[in-house]
C-alpha cells in the first residue's frame, strides 16, 4: 500500500530555512515533486526531481529552494532558505509512478496530506 508521510513544516520568521521530508513507501516511483497552496489560493508547483536527480523550480523559489532525493530511502526533500511571507502554504509531496517528469499536478499518482509552513514578517 502506497503512503507518502511528510515533515519538517512549521513556523518560521522571514529570512530563515526550513528542510521538508517526504517519505515513500508501498513501491518505488519515477518523479517526486513538492506543491503549495495557500490560504485562498490555488495550488501551485514549487519543485520536481527525476529519477536520475534533474531538478526544475517555479521561478518564485528559484535559487532559494532546493529539491533532493534519497533512492535508496524513498524520501525527497525541500530545502527551503531565505524564505518570505508570500511561501506561507500547505505545502504538499507528490510523486509519479510512470516516466517523464512535470510541474502538471493532474500526472501526479500520489500525494502526501500537507505540511503546514508558514513564515511570520
Known amino acids: 500500500q502506497v503512503q507518502l508521510v511528510e515533515s519538517g513544516g512549521g513556523l518560521v520568521q522571514a529570512g530563515g530555512s526550513l528542510r521538508l521530508s517526504c517519505a515513500a513507501s508501498?513501491?518505488?516511483?519515477?518523479?517526486y515533486a513538492w506543491f503549495r497552496q495557500a490560504p485562498g489560493k490555488e495550488r501551485e508547483f514549487a519543485a520536481v526531481?527525476?529519477?536520475?536527480?534533474?531538478?526544475s523550480y517555479a521561478a518564485s523559489v528559484k535559487g532559494r529552494f532546493t529539491i533532493s532525493r534519497d533512492n535508496a530511502k524513498n524520501t525527497v526533500y525541500l530545502q527551503m532558505n531565505n524564505l518570505k511571507p508570500e511561501d506561507t502554504a500547505v505545502y504538499y509531496c507528490?510523486?509519479?509512478?510512470?516516466?517523464?517528469?512535470?510541474?502538471?499536478?493532474?500526472?501526479?499518482?500520489?500525494w502526501g496530506q500537507g505540511t503546514q509552513v508558514t513564515v511570520s514578517s
Open positions: 507528490a510523486v509519479k509512478i510512470g516516466s517523464g517528469w512535470t510541474s502538471n499536478d493532474r500526472l501526479y499518482d500520489y
Open positions: 508501498g513501491r518505488t516511483f519515477s518523479s
Open positions: 526531481i527525476s529519477g536520475g536527480g534533474s531538478t
